[in-house]
């Protein structure tokens, strides 16, 4: 399982608060904590103004590099910043996000096509997010044509099925589940991520509807998650169900994440 750590953005209001008094230690602290927890790449999101988002991403960033090598997954709604944000790198990480929406693809596929960069794609296109899986795999298609058109490896896609609120769906997250199983029997290569939060959205105890969005999701096929790696709870469950499904071979995995104190406490 890819983990993507999601601390550094700054829509979490303690984070948010924290960009805004430019407070380095805190944001050190994130990137430390996160990569202890082995996250495979850190999300960078702002989360402040456009004529802000720029100058605030590379602060961001340099205090990140200079805590961690981990690379990094840029958040950002504006697809045109990152053509300049991936200057700041030292290595390449991961664009988030591209859909089939406007240009954003034309934006962002040039400047990664002849780079090792990968990025998250969301199944959305300028209607908005496809009420169907069917309409959903249509946008998949039609963002496969793409990476074909710039030669882009479909294993540097990170396909996001779209998560919509629970307390709004008619189906639960068969939509989803649908999706992302479709997703990888038309491209097995391509990977499948996204945010383990959305879903819950005004519920109660939303820890519980997000440990079981997760376990649907590995299910069908998910191999990402933009998730808290220093939720002890959710990565021992992201562990236990890479074995469950025969993702882990001997549970090795899983026993040496035990070990090593990312979850649970060793006897």
């Not at 991936?86 to 591209?98: A, H, Q």
């Not at 896609?157 to 008619?170: A, G, K, T």
């Not at 649907?216 to 499904?245: H, K, Q, R």
Request: contains cysteine.
């Amino acid at each position: 399982m890819i983990i993507i750590g999601e601390k550094i953005n700054g829509s979490i209001p303690k984070t948010g608060a924290a960009i805004a008094e430019k407070n380095e230690d805190f944001i050190r602290n994130l990137a430390k904590k996160q990569s202890q927890a082995k996250a495979d790449y850190l999300d960078i999101c702002a989360s402040v103004s456009p004529e802000k988002e720029l100058e605030t991403l590379r602060w961001l960033i340099d205090i990140v590099q200079a805590e961690t090598d981990l690379p990094v997954c840029l958040d950002s709604p504006n697809a045109g910043i990152f053509k300049d944000a991936i200057k700041f790198c030292k290595k390449p990480g991961i664009i988030n996000s591209v859909s089939m929406e406007g240009d954003k693809i034309e934006q962002v596929f040039p400047v990664i096509a002849d780079t090792e960069w990968k990025v998250v794609a969301l199944l959305c296109d300028s209607s908005g997010i496809p009420d169907s899986a069917e309409k959903r795999i249509n946008v998949f298609r039609d963002i496969l044509k793409k990476t074909g058109n710039y030669k882009i490896d479909p294993s540097r896609i990170f396909v996001d099925p779209v998560v919509e609120m629970l307390c709004s769906s008619e189906d639960g997250i068969n939509k989803v589940t649908e999706t992302i199983r479709t997703v990888k029997e038309i491209c097995p290569d391509v990977h499948i991520t996204s945010g383990a939060s959305n879903i819950s959205f005004n519920l109660p105890l939303r820890k519980y509807i997000n440990r079981g969005f997760i376990i649907l999701c590995m299910g069908a096929g998910m191999d990402s998650a933009i998730v808290d790696p220093t939720n002890e709870d959710m990565l021992g469950l992201i562990y236990a169900t890479e074995a469950l499904l025969g993702r882990d071979e001997m549970c090795m995995e899983y026993i040496s994440a035990f070990r090593e104190g990312l979850f649970g406490k060793p006897a």
